[in-house]
């Protein structure tokens, strides 16, 4: 089993950043590609970012390419999305996930999920 508690989330202006982490417990995080998703008001979830278990592999949607970074640290089993020049549409709640596939996380098929936090950017 696998534990993840994300954190980071909040207010900030158009334009600005935030750093999003996500900390797991129960498993070694290595072992699991880590990918970040969010879901606005009465949108469906939508695939943001995926980091593979090594840290050299990344794949970003085409909303964030440029804007957002992810990055991992497996010694303390931490995932991180930092996201530049914020728009007023990535305002969401914003959830990581694990699986041991790729192919999954960006297909939203996750075997774990944290409880999201949220993300506003005011105009």
């Known amino acids: 089993q696998v534990q993840l508690v994300e954190s980071g989330g909040g207010l900030v202006q158009a334009g600005g950043s935030l750093r999003l982490s996500c900390a797991a417990s129960?498993?070694?995080?290595?072992?699991?590609?880590m990918g970040w998703f969010r879901q606005a008001p009465g949108k469906e979830r939508e695939f943001v970012a995926v980091?593979?278990?090594?840290?050299?592999?990344?794949y970003y949607a085409d909303s964030v390419k440029g804007r957002f970074t992810a990055s991992r640290d497996n010694a303390t089993n931490t995932v991180y999305l930092q996201m530049n020049s914020l728009k007023p549409e990535d305002s969401a709640v914003y959830y990581c996930?694990?699986?041991?596939?790729?192919?999954?996380?960006?297909?939203?098929?996750?075997?774990?999920w944290g409880q999201g936090t949220q993300v506003t950017v005011s105009s």
């Open positions: 996930a694990a699986d041991g596939q790729m192919r999954a996380v960006i297909a939203g098929r996750c075997d774990y």
């Open positions: 129960g498993r070694i995080l290595s072992s699991y590609y």
């Open positions: 980091i593979s278990w090594g840290g050299a592999r990344t």
